[in-house]
């Protein structure tokens, strides 16, 4: 007679017992699927012809998500769970704690079977990733982190990478024009997205140079608009919105020409659709320095509504000369975060309240008084990731808590802050997350959060690391 296991989590209620291949098995009839929760006739246990071992793995999982590796690989236990109902639970238990900037470390690396060097990240918010790499290749890693499709586009070299639900990957390449829809778990070719004018020759072959989507999770609806960045030969260039259900262009934003830095293709966008604007900027770096813009486009109409340059400009910063190196936008808290490349200072601009010059400035540690030159930018969870030359560091806001002890408590990503709440300096802590042994890998190349999880590149080092907070984090030792 088989030993009886207990319930794999759920709400009280009706005890079901499951006889699998022989091996009895007692859970909650809540916490399992339709076929499986409905009363049997018979006082005998529900039989079910499938391995027991892996709903033992399962079961096991769920109750102690950081006790012990698993049994088997993730891929099958999470395909098996789909057929007790379980895959949820097993999913979050398998998943990393809540990221927290101050407590994470690197916690494994990814590196594709061939040409592991990437190209483009593209995380979901699931914690899943898709990786572009070596000669247009796209490789798909689950919510547990398992390989579980490998296969190869028409293009030489993927630039840019988003992914769209449920199986869908939006990608571009600055060597080929287009903007092109795969199917990432059957490697199939769905569509592709060109930029052109018949009135106007100069619009052709036009290459994609960033690309914004929103998955359901983040978006205001299911049918948050795809934005990419055509750039053509003659440096004529725009935002195309694309509807993500019949990928069809529906609008350009902020068309321009000419080389002129003030002009050039933007190099990130984000989209706000909360405000209802488009985030874009573009920066540059050479023998003379960095030198870029920012522009905030309302979406409806297609109008700036703010921008700035830097050096000079409208809008201008205060730190004359000490332009910034990279910029992202913070779509919960609503600011915008950029790295001054001279000082490497941190500076936030509240969206509700931009003006000439709306920065507050933040300076580094120790540390980080190397500079900016060559740092990266990614806002993530209501944190602020910023690559140095000697590390890797984050920002977090802090909140006062109300209570006596009058301590500041690291502001988590679900928290809103008060509309009438300004930005100051002094909310903000810093910190350097990564040992001197992980600097000297090499500089960070690429830098994407996805759900609980930073995916992180470095310059010629194969494969993509993969930082996450942990399961430790907070823990008082008794030795």
């Not at 994470?104 to 898709?130: F, I, K, N, Q, R």
């Not at 890693?141 to 993927?158: E, M, N």
Request: charged share 20%; proline share 6%.
């Amino acid at each position: 007679m088989g030993t009886v296991d207990g319930g794999g989590g759920g709400k009280s209620g009706t005890v079901k017992q499951l006889n699998v291949g022989g091996k009895l098995f007692s859970l909650e009839a809540s916490s399992l699927s339709l076929s499986l929760s409905l009363d049997s006739p018979s006082p005998t246990p529900t039989f079910v012809d499938r391995d027991p071992a892996l709903l033992s793995a399962i079961l096991a999982a769920i109750r102690a998500p950081s006790s012990a590796a698993l049994a088997f690989p993730a891929r099958v236990l999470l395909n098996e769970a789909h057929f007790y109902g379980l895959h949820a639970q097993l999913l979050a238990a398998l998943s990393p704690p809540p990221l927290r900037g101050f407590s994470v470390s690197l916690a494994s690396t990814l590196s594709p079977a061939s040409e592991p060097y990437p190209t483009a990240l593209a995380p979901h918010h699931d914690g899943s990733l898709c990786l572009s790499h070596g000669i247009g290749q796209v490789t798909y890693y689950s919510p547990a982190l398992d390989h579980l499709a490998t296969f190869r586009t028409h293009l030489h070299r993927i630039t840019s990478l988003r992914q769209l639900p449920p199986s869908l990957v939006v990608l571009g390449s600055a060597s080929a024009p287009g903007l092109h829809v795969y199917d990432f778990l059957e490697g199939r070719h769905v569509a592709s997205v060109q930029w052109w004018d018949p009135t106007d020759t100069r619009v052709s072959k036009a290459k994609v140079i960033a690309i914004a989507a929103l998955p359901p999770a983040d978006a205001a609806d299911n049918n948050s608009p795809i934005l990419a960045t055509f750039e053509s030969p003659h440096r004529e260039n725009c935002i195309v919105v694309v509807d993500p259900v019949t990928l069809k262009p529906t609008q350009e934003i902020g068309r321009q020409s000419g080389s002129a830095a003030k002009s050039s293709t933007p190099g990130r966008v984000v989209h706000l659709p909360a405000l209802g604007l488009v985030f874009a900027s573009f920066v540059s770096s050479g023998a003379f320095g960095y030198s870029g813009y920012m522009r905030l486009w309302d979406i409806r109409s297609g109008n700036v509504v703010w921008e700035t340059s830097e050096p000079g400009g409208a809008g201008r910063s205060s730190r004359f000369g000490d332009p910034f190196a990279d910029a992202d936008v913070d779509v919960k808290q609503q600011a915008i975060y950029k790295v001054c490349s001279k000082s490497g200072d941190v500076a936030v601009a509240d969206l509700r309240s931009l003006g000439n010059d709306p920065w507050v400035y933040m300076s580094s540690g120790p540390r980080g008084s190397g500079g900016g030159y060559g740092s990266l930018l990614h806002c993530h969870q209501s944190q602020v990731f910023v690559s140095r030359k000697d590390g890797l560091e984050v920002w977090s806001r802090l909140e006062e808590q109300r209570h006596n002890t009058g301590d500041l408590a690291e502001q988590s990503g679900t928290n809103e802050r008060p509309k009438s709440e300004g930005f100051d300096e002094r909310s903000y802590r810093s910190c350097f997350v990564d040992t001197e042994e992980d600097a000297k890998r090499g500089m960070i190349q690429m830098m994407e959060g996805g759900g609980d999880r930073l995916f992180v590149s470095r310059v010629e080092i194969q494969g993509v690391e993969v930082w996450e907070t942990s399961h430790l984090a907070g823990a008082i030792s008794l030795s």
